[in-house]
């Protein structure tokens, strides 16, 4: 048997754990990541059009600052965010983009002088300040109220995966590529790490830390239309769901973004509209001030996604043999400016659908891109229940999404979030309560439940096939739970998969090689998948309100009064067919901004109970300190720097600071 | 578009071989296949996993042409399978690995680890000491040098380059045009504190800029379009100079 010991084991090679790993490689831990695939190929990579921090050196940023970016976050949110979580992004963002700076992400940066810029698809002239030009520039980007996306190109992903993963290795931190996490090692308190499959050889291995940090990305495979990579199928949430212990939260809460090219699925970046782009409809008209006077194209995504889909409904979409799509309108942009800025998104044009969207209309319509659910964790990324297992970026629930994420805000939390709970992670491991004291007879009985598992899919004489039932899962959650939900739909659709839980015990393997073997992969993941597409269909089916990506056509209100708490499920026994499911309720009274109209979308909800009386005395703090600046107002409205490590509780300095 | 009687009959030969399978010898497998609207080689492999062999070995990651994952030999020529559309190619479509990385199994090949060892060796990242106040105003940079940067900076290590070059299927240790790239992007970066003569230390022979023939495969081949021939003639301008003057001086 083979036992690999570390103190840290990273599972997920994306930019949140490789943040991780080098946060908790600098103090001094031993660190080994394991990844599906080599970490430059992570779905990070895909992330386009930037990261938000408010730095706040253009003329559109100007007055940006932490206390802007926190009111936006948490209105993306419709109120589901943890508050204190997202005051601690918002304070490390910056911090981030200036670290990565350091490391050589060439971000894009303000010129001096006049330009040309689109806005609401009009022509405009901004004249930028001598004083910022050299400093990061920033692009606009949905729900936000300045302009606060850092962006490099509309390649931002893949600069900072690129970079940060060259860190790794300058940190001599090893990656271990091509091997799959099947479970983890625990006791029902404590997580030890994980049992790992190599899917070149099919060898087991067990590798043993004093901690498990899961990295692993989101879930959007297990719908048909995704934005994300085909290895985005959320082994990581769904081996912390078998554990029994660990909980996922807010599985429901599944963001459609509104540009994926039709009908390939593929990303376009929300940069497209933050640089001025339009929606038109069938009829070449521009139908997004008809239903948001305000942010237009650039209300969040799930008000975006929702309003499109309204509008095709009602008739207005340009009809193909595939089904109904929109128009993406970016040719007033001019050829240098997408050269410049938005040339993958050219590049996707040009391969994949033959067109120039220079001249060109894009076909688009929404499709599923984000998982705001995941792993439920404390502020310092360690799972609730589970000792010794942490996790970041898309793959937790830390909670700063809450029920809708805005635009550039996940790239940034992958590392924001790295940089945190590495940290977390590195406490932990110099405490005596991370020492490693299981036997190595209960590591055996780990290895052989998962080598019996594969051992009987090798030799089971099953009908079913693998990516059948994989295939009729995605369709089900595309059509049935999607962007409108109702009872009748989620009903179906829980039994519906139940069902195909069922078949997929009967899974039988045309191709019987237990090394390097895809149809074997799809086989020990498609029941684990299901899992998770009834964590989401149950949990949406239960949630009788409408909450930011979650919109039910049966309860279209948000209901703050009843369901202001986040959903956690757990999977305690496989002989299950269903999750259980459990309530956390959100305390209004220490939120540093009550539940209120998020400027955008439906205006009408139905209040929580006390949500006017600490409105109230939230007034009543600020008038009680006139002379305060707004970080003691901060401070006396809501803890949370307590949360932070120490290193990361600085003050951001800005332009206008050093000018001053 | 195309009803169903006109369509194409794709024939997709395949170069097979898994050497963890004592039951897969080298050779050449053929698959039919009916062509679709806008059908990309990630379909028609995908299909053909699903629907007649699920032993066909293959690589996709982000099916969109930015992750580098599925780079291959499309009738002789390497490119990235999933933004290859079958419309603009033949009935009869060969595949075959990359040459020169480590074989997997049949399409797949070990890239990453190829990578990994390359970016080891020139040291692929900033050298300044890493030592700013994250609380601080940011350096300044001009913009144009920022975009500069990014353009040489959009390589996705697919390896086509390299599986287009005359020097690395000879050289084992030859570090191609992916690694000069490198260089010449960090060469560009005022924060990356290494002079020309550290740079010549990594490339500054045979196996780094000198070992390259000129015979450009690379820069006809690379899917991101990156200037690999005027980066690689300047750097050897450059390297030359730098190996020159420490002759002189030395």
């Given at each position: 048997m083979k036992i690999v010991y570390t103190d840290v084991l990273v599972i997920g090679g994306g930019l949140a754990g490789l943040r991780a790993a080098i946060a908790a490689k600098r103090r001094g831990h031993d660190v080994h990541i394991l990844s599906l695939?080599?970490?430059?190929?992570?779905?990070?990579?895909?992330?386009?059009?930037g990261m938000q921090a408010s730095?706040?050196?253009s003329i559109k940023a100007a007055g940006d600052n932490e206390d802007l970016h926190f009111h936006d976050t948490v209105r993306g949110s419709d109120w589901g965010a943890d508050q204190n979580v997202v005051r601690m992004f918002v304070n490390t963002s910056p911090k981030a983009v200036r670290q990565l700076a350091a490391w050589g992400v060439p971000w894009n940066r303000v010129r001096k002088g006049e330009r040309e810029v689109f806005i609401g698809g009009k022509s405009a002239m901004l004249t930028e300040s001598e004083a910022a030009h050299g400093l990061i520039t920033v692009r606009d980007f949905g729900g936000?109220?300045?302009?606060r996306t850092c962006f490099v190109s509309d390649g931002t992903g893949h600069s900072m995966l690129y970079t940060v993963s060259d860190q790794v290795i300058a940190n001599s931190i090893p990656v271990t590529e091509?091997?799959?996490?099947?479970s983890l090692i625990h006791d029902g308190q404590r997580c030890y790490g994980a049992i790992v499959r190599?899917?070149?050889?099919?060898e087991l291995s067990a590798w043993v830390a004093r901690a498990t940090c899961m990295a692993?990305?989101?879930?959007?495979?297990?719908?048909?239309?995704?934005?994300?990579?085909?290895?985005?199928?959320g082994m990581g949430a769904a081996i912390a769901l078998e554990t029994g212990v660990a909980t996922l939260a807010n599985m429901e809460a599944i963001q459609f973004h509104?540009?994926?090219?039709?009908?390939?699925?593929i990303l376009v970046t929300e940069g497209c509209r933050g640089d001025g782009g339009l929606l038109l409809d069938a009829q070449r008209h521009r139908f997004m001030p008809d239903y948001?006077?305000?942010?237009?194209?650039?209300?969040s995504r799930d008000v975006v996604s929702r309003r499109m889909e309204q509008h095709i409904a009602s008739g207005a979409g340009v009809n193909t043999r595939y089904g109904d799509h929109l128009w993406l309108d970016?040719?007033?942009?001019g050829e240098a400016h997408i050269d410049k800025n938005l040339r993958e998104v050219r590049e996707i044009c040009q391969y994949f659908?033959?067109?120039?969207p220079v001249s060109d209309l894009i076909p688009v319509r929404p499709a599923q891109h984000?998982?705001?659910?995941?792993i439920r964790t404390r502020p310092s990324g360690e799972s609730t229940n589970l000792k010794g297992l942490f996790a970041c970026g898309?793959?937790?629930?830390?909670?700063?999404?809450?029920?809708n994420r805005l635009g550039g805000n996940s790239v940034a939390e992958t590392v924001v979030a790295g940089m945190i709970v590495g940290e977390y992670i590195a406490d932990f491991c110099q405490?005596?309560?991370?020492?490693?004291?299981?036997?190595t007879a209960q590591i055996a009985d780990f290895m052989k439940r998962e080598q019996q598992a594969i051992d009987s899919l090798l030799a089971s004489q099953g009908t079913e096939s693998a990516p059948d039932i994989m295939r009729e899962m995605q369709t089900l959650m595309t059509d049935q739970v999607g962007i409108f939900r109702s009872h009748e739909q989620l009903q179906e659709a829980v039994e519906q998969l139940q069902l195909l839980r069922e078949r997929s015990k009967d899974i039988g393997l045309s191709y019987k090689s237990p090394a390097v073997n895809p149809e074997l992969v799809t086989a020990y993941r498609v029941p684990r998948m299901l899992k998770l597409a009834l964590c989401v269909a149950y949990g949406a089916l239960q949630r009788t309100e409408s909450r930011g990506a979650h919109y039910r056509e049966d309860y279209p209100k948000r209901n703050d009064r009843d369901w202001l708490r986040r959903t956690l499920a757990t999977w305690?026994?496989?002989?299950?067919s269903l999750p259980n499911l459990a309530y956390e309720e959100l305390d209004v009274m220490s939120m540093e901004l009550p539940p209120g109209?998020?400027?955008?979308?439906?205006?009408d909800f139905i209040e929580h109970p006390h949500a006017a009386s600490r409105l109230a005395e939230i007034e009543r703090i600020k008038q009680n300190m006139p002379d305060a600046d707004r970080h003691e107002i901060q401070s006396a409205l809501m803890?949370?720097?307590?949360?932070?490590p120490a290193r990361y509780r600085g003050r951001n300095q800005r332009l206008r600071d050093v000018s001053e | 578009m195309n009803t169903k009687a006109e369509r194409r009959q794709l024939q997709i030969h395949v170069l097979r071989y898994n050497?963890?399978?004592?039951?897969?010898?080298?050779r050449m497998q053929t698959y039919e296949i009916e062509e679709a609207d806008n059908m990309t080689l990630f379909m028609v492999l995908t299909d053909i996993g699903e629907?007649?062999?699920?032993?066909l070995q293959f690589d996709f990651v982000?099916?969109?042409?930015?992750?580098?994952?599925?780079?291959m030999l499309i009738n002789g020529r390497p490119g990235?399978?999933?933004?290859?559309?079958?419309?603009?190619?033949?009935e009869k479509i060969t595949l075959a690995p990359l040459p020169t990385f480590e074989l997997i199994a049949d399409l797949s090949v070990n890239t990453g680890k190829w990578m990994r060892a390359m970016s080891e060796r020139l040291?692929?990242?900033?050298?300044?000491?890493?030592?700013?106040?994250?609380?601080k105003l940011e350096p300044r940079m001009e913009p144009e040098l920022a975009e500069q940067i990014y353009e040489l900076e959009r390589?996705?290590?697919?390896?086509c380059c390299i599986a287009a070059c005359g020097t690395a299927q000879m050289k084992e240790k030859f570090t191609g045009a992916v690694g000069l790239n490198k260089i010449a992007r960090f060469r560009l970066d005022?924060?990356?504190?290494?002079?020309d003569a550290d740079y010549y230390e990594f490339i500054g022979d045979d196996d780094g800029i000198?070992?390259?023939?000129?015979?450009l495969g690379c820069n006809d081949l690379c899917p991101k379009d990156l200037p690999l021939q005027t980066q690689i003639a300047f750097l050897r301008r450059k390297m030359l100079l730098t190996g020159l003057k420490g002759n002189s001086s030395g």
């Open positions: 695939v080599p970490p430059k190929r992570s779905h990070s990579v895909a992330a386009q059009g730095i706040a050196n936000t109220q300045k302009w091509r091997v799959e996490a099947m190599n899917l070149v050889t099919g692993t990305g989101g879930f959007g495979r297990i719908y048909r239309v995704s934005t994300n990579a085909v290895i985005n199928q509104p540009t994926a090219i039709f009908p390939a699925g948001e006077a305000e942010k237009k194209e650039l209300a970016i040719t007033m942009l659908l033959g067109i120039d984000y998982s705001m659910g995941g898309e793959a937790s629930c830390w909670d700063m999404h809450g029920f405490g005596t309560d991370s020492d490693i004291d299981i036997s305690p026994s496989s002989e299950q109209w998020r400027g955008y979308g439906e205006k803890t949370y720097e307590e949360l932070l | 050497p963890q399978d004592p039951d897969s010898p080298p629907h007649q062999d699920a032993s982000c099916r969109a042409g930015i992750c580098g994952s599925c780079s990235l399978a999933c933004r290859t559309l079958t419309k603009n190619l033949g040291e692929t990242w900033c050298h300044n000491g890493d030592v700013v106040d994250l609380n390589c996705i290590e697919c390896g005022p924060r990356d504190h290494r002079s000198f070992g390259c023939m000129s015979l």
